[in-house]
């Protein structure tokens, strides 16, 4: 099923090599309850919807084939990228601070550089050193600097993310983008991530550590969500090692009303993950400001990705209205 989303979007979406379903039944989904989901849709400023079931295209609207900044979704590719090098050896996740020499414009504590690898990746540092790239909920819930020690408490908390893409680009010495383009876009059949237009490190006015924003595709994000319902392979190929797959998407610590936190991952937790919807135990999630997302529905071997044109000022899709458009979805369910 195909529709174009909002003003402006292309009467068909842009598959490229993508399989499809002949019919939703066909997959043994509801179409009536598809197009509810695609009205739903249709109301909000989605600007690419895309569902992919059992490694085919169930549905599609909107503009798959255009990038946009996946903002959070990042964390998640790096954390693959964490885990490739970690197996590897290459990355040591018990090393703290301290031993890599990692430090800040403000100078970090004794106790603070005690954070290892690990607590970062789990956003558990205790390390709230101004950031940036950081939205205003960010922002908000950031605690008082010293306020904790390392691995003592869970913060959602750019600090740690900007400083793990130093720790990668040090431990490997591989640029984060063109690693990411050979070591997983490649192998997973991504079509459109070119890492020296695609990728950025942007400058931070209080902190050492860049951001690394990411510029991507519906459908490309969809085959990194595929890549991770496999069990980390791709045509035959372990690309991300099963383990790290399976233990970068376990519940490590609770976060309230988006359910739990993983290795930069979100994960279900009772069915918590987004307001309005009740997800499948096992669910996992990659989110970016104002409503990117990638949802991996492992009880459904469904990839569901969600994209809004952030390239303008004005539109958002909030995590309680993307629960009510994914609601709609699971009620197509078999």
Known sequence: MQRALGDGDAAEAELGAWPRWNSPEDAGWSAAGLRAALEDAANTDTAALMVVVRGRVLLSAGRVAA????????????????????????????ASLEDLGIDDQLGLTPREKLATVLDLLCARSGIYHPSGY???????????????????????????????????????????????????????????????????????PESRHPAYPFRLTARDLARFGQLFLDGGRADGRQVVPENW???????????????????????????????????PEGSYAALGTRGH??????????????????????????????????????????
Not at 297 to 303: I, K, M, S, T
Not at 311 to 334: E, I, K, M, N, T
């Open 134 to 204: 950081e939205s205003p909920w960010m922002l908000s819930i950031k605690p008082a600097r010293h306020s904790a020690g390392p691995g003592t408490a869970w913060c959602y908390n750019n600090w740690d993310f900007n400083a793990l893409g130093t720790i990668f680009r040090q431990c490997t010495g591989a640029d984060i983008f063109r690693d990411f383009a050979a070591r997983i876009a490649a192998p997973c059949g991504m079509e459109d991530f070119r890492p020296e237009q695609d990728g950025a490190y942007v400058p931070l």
């Open 293 to 334: 997302v990638l949802l991996v529905l492992p009880a459904l071997q469904a990839v569901v990705v969600h994209r809004v044109d952030t390239d303008q000022p004005g539109p958002s899709v909030s995590y309680a209205r993307f629960g009510r458009l994914l609601r709609h979805l699971l009620a197509a369910a078999p």
């Open 67 to 94: 990038r946009f900044n996946a903002h959070s979704i990042r964390k998640s590719l790096l954390s693959a990228l964490i885990g490739i090098h970690a197996e590897a050896g290459r990355i040591d996740l018990e």
């Open 245 to 279: 797959m399976r233990m970068s998407v376990l519940p490590v610590s609770e976060a309230g009303h988006h359910g739990a936190y993983g290795y930069m991952w979100w994960v279900a937790r009772q069915g918590v993950m987004f307001p309005n919807v009740v997800v």
